[in-house]
């Protein structure tokens, strides 16, 4: 069974710091893997999808990193902002069962 | 604007009551789908589609139905509600292009059961 692990929970930085969030999954046989930012009381919005092939994505300061062999995959924020919190979460689309799956999400906090 | 659409935003239902959930989509996607979020617990996979008459079983599928008449509508009803039902649903929808999907999601529903 597919199960996606997300480190830290909650995250506190001040404004500028660069930080990397982690994603963890125990099955290597995915599709994607996706990251999504979801602000408070909002839907999600899709931040950046790494195919299985791949080894990254950037989009402007977000650079997602895909280590499918170890089941790692890391978000990385340069010079955060304020605007930047919110709750981010990934899913792998699992090649087995065809379903996306989420982890619990990590909740960043940008201090001005 | 292109997108996924859930109704209602929000919804009170006494225990017992039935209700559906509408989630609409206008991309032509075949994928759509049913999520639950509950504090601590994530996104967890109620039901889902790959096309219009063809419907499957996601984690947490006990208490709900769907159906798939149309590309565009994947209604979710709760046959008799429940305080366990009480959880904000997100309907989303994805394409495939070869064995890649992009999702997209609605706003969600935010359901109260009493």
């Known amino acids: 069974k597919q199960e996606v692990t997300q480190i830290p929970a909650a995250l506190s930085v001040p404004e500028g710091e660069n930080l990397v969030l982690n994603c963890s999954f125990t099955d290597s046989a995915i599709y994607n893997l996706q990251w999504f930012r979801q602000d408070p009381g909002k839907g999600l919005t899709s931040l950046l999808l790494?195919?299985?092939?791949?080894r990254e994505q950037t989009s402007g300061r977000l650079n997602a990193s895909l280590d499918k062999s170890s089941g790692r995959s890391t978000l990385y924020i340069a010079a955060s902002q304020p605007g930047d919190s919110a709750t981010y979460l990934c899913?792998?689309?699992?090649?087995?069962?065809?379903?996306?799956?989420f982890g619990q999400g990590t909740t960043l906090q940008v201090k001005p | 604007n292109a997108g996924v659409t859930q109704t209602p935003k929000f919804q009170v239902l006494k225990t017992g009551q039935s209700m559906t959930l509408q989630c609409a989509q206008d991309m032509n996607h075949e994928y759509m789908s049913w999520y639950r979020q509950d504090p601590g617990m994530g996104l967890r996979l109620i039901h889902y589609s790959v096309g219009a008459g063809i419907t499957d079983q996601g984690e947490v599928p006990n208490g709900y139905n769907v159906s798939r008449s149309t590309t565009e509508d994947f209604p979710l009803r709760l046959l008799s509600a429940a305080p366990s039902q009480t959880s904000v649903y997100f309907c989303a929808s994805s394409y495939f292009t070869g064995a890649v999907q992009g999702y997209t999601f609605g706003s969600g529903t935010r359901l109260t059961v009493v």
């Open positions: 899913a792998v689309y699992s090649s087995n069962t065809g379903k996306l799956i």
């Open positions: 790494i195919q299985s092939s791949q």
